[in-house]
């Protein structure tokens, strides 16, 4: 029983630097990334925030039509499209 008891706990030894050795490989495997992912979690955050907030949107698109009028129907169309876009990611 006692060797037993010796072997699963050099085998849990030899597992825990295993895994400790994954997570750093896995760390510097993932280091060139971090900045990307960063930028593409920060978008999609802003499209949560635009989905739980329409009116915001559409306040926004208002006050830059009232700014310019000519470009109005574009940033109405645009500011549509991203709110359907933040209703289907919900």
């Known amino acids: ?10 085998r849990r030894r030899r597992l825990v630097a ?12 993932v280091e060139p990334w971090r900045s990307r992912l ?6 999609v955050a802003v499209f949560r925030f ?3 907030h329409p009116a915001l949107m559409v306040g926004a698109a208002l006050v830059l039509a009232a700014l310019r ?7 109405l169309q645009r ?3 991203v ?3 933040g209703r289907r990611l919900r």
Request: zero cysteines.
């Open 83 to 85: 709110w359907q876009i």
């Open 1 to 10: 029983m006692n060797q037993k008891l010796t072997q699963l706990a050099e």
């Open 38 to 43: 960063a930028l593409v979690d920060q978008g």
């Open 18 to 29: 295993q895994a400790a050795a994954q997570r750093t490989a896995l760390a510097h495997n």
């Open 69 to 75: 009028p000519r470009g109005a129907g574009k940033w």
């Open 50 to 52: 635009i989905g739980r």
């Open 79 to 81: 500011s549509w499209l």
